[in-house]
């Protein structure tokens, strides 16, 4: 299907956005769509489930001038523009690791900190005695 089902015009004008379900819409078609009927106007499945954005933006190229998205039928087209959940969930991983390492180093840097912070009290400590 290359209109959207909420307006009937053509997808290739806009930006489009896919349900949780896989339907394709105009964004701004769905959007309150969505908002009043929380589930795609074809299959009627829920658009509210906590795990899933019920939203998806979709960035295809349009390809010939009025006739329509080529390939959006094809699911494995519009796949391979899109990270796959491996991809995502590696590039995920290796955020997390990067926050872990840095966390780490920040804590080593503190326990630094609060070490030179102890020797420096002692310090103006035995300082004022022999004032004082």
């Known amino acids: 299907m290359t209109n959207c089902i909420v307006c009937l015009d053509s997808l290739d004008t806009g930006p489009i956005t896919a349900l949780v379900c896989g339907h394709v819409f105009h964004h701004d078609c769905i959007s309150p769509w969505v908002a009043n009927r929380p589930q795609c106007p074809l299959c009627k499945k829920s ?5 899933h954005t019920p939203l998806i933006p979709l960035f295809l190229e349009m390809t010939g001038q ?11 087209a519009l796949s391979s523009n899109a990270i796959s ?15 872990q390492t840095t966390l ?16 420096h009290a002692n310090k103006i400590s035995a ?6």
């Open 47 to 51: 658009t509210t489930q906590r795990r």
């Open 66 to 76: 009025g006739k329509g998205l080529t390939g959006l039928q094809d699911t494995a």
């Open 85 to 99: 959940q491996d991809q995502f969930r590696d590039q995920c991983n290796q955020l997390r690791n990067q926050l």
């Open 104 to 119: 780490q180093k920040l804590k080593s840097e503190r326990q630094q900190f609060e070490k030179e912070k102890r020797q």
């Open 127 to 132: 300082y004022q005695n022999i004032k004082g």
